[in-house]
C-alpha cells in the first residue's frame, strides 16, 4: 500500500512555468546552432550572445531565491537565502574574467550548481516541490548547448 503524498508533491507544474521556461530554451538551441555551423562573423556573433544569454539567465535563476526569501515567514534564516540569490549574478559576472571554452564550462558548472541548491531548497520547503520537475530537463538542455558551445571553443 502506497502512502498518500501531500498535494503540493503530486501537483502539476504551472503552465506558465512551463511555457516560458521551454521559450528561455530556444536562444539557448538557436546561438549554440549559430555558433557552431555559423560563418566566422555569425560565429563570434552568436558566441558573445549565448555567453551574455547564459549570464543573464543564470542571474534570474538566482533572484527566483530572492523573491522566494522574499515570501518567508519572518525569522526563516532570511540572510542565507537572501546571500544565495545573489551568487549566480556574481559567479556569472565572473565570466567576463575567464577566456575561451573555459567561459561556457564555468557557466555550465553555475547551472548546475544551482539545480543542486534548488533541490536543497525544495527539500527544505523554501521553493516549490515542482520546481525540480521543471529545473531538470531545462538545465540538462542548457548544459548540452554550452558544452557544445565548449567543445567547438577548445
Do not use: N
Amino acid at each position: 500500500m502506497s502512502t498518500p503524498q501531500p498535494e503540493e508533491q503530486i501537483s502539476p507544474i504551472p503552465a506558465p512555468a512551463v511555457v516560458l521556461g521551454a521559450a528561455g530554451l530556444i536562444p539557448f538551441l538557436f546561438l549554440t546552432g549559430m555558433w557552431l555551423t555559423g560563418s566566422d562573423v555569425s560565429a563570434v556573433v552568436s558566441r558573445q550572445a549565448l555567453i551574455a544569454y547564459s549570464i543573464a539567465i543564470l542571474s534570474f535563476m538566482g533572484a527566483v531565491h530572492w523573491g522566494l526569501a522574499m515570501t518567508a515567514p519572518s525569522g526563516d534564516q532570511p540572510w542565507r537565502r537572501y546571500f544565495v540569490s545573489v551568487l549566480p549574478a556574481l559567479a556569472a559576472t565572473a565570466t567576463a574574467f575567464i577566456g575561451g571554452g573555459m567561459q561556457f564550462i564555468w557557466l555550465a558548472l553555475c547551472f548546475v550548481g544551482l539545480l543542486l541548491y534548488d533541490l536543497y531548497a525544495v527539500k527544505r520547503g523554501e521553493a516549490p516541490a515542482w520546481y525540480p520537475r521543471l529545473r531538470w530537463p531545462l538545465t540538462i538542455i542548457v548544459c548540452v548547448c554550452l558544452s557544445a558551445a565548449a567543445l567547438r571553443s577548445l
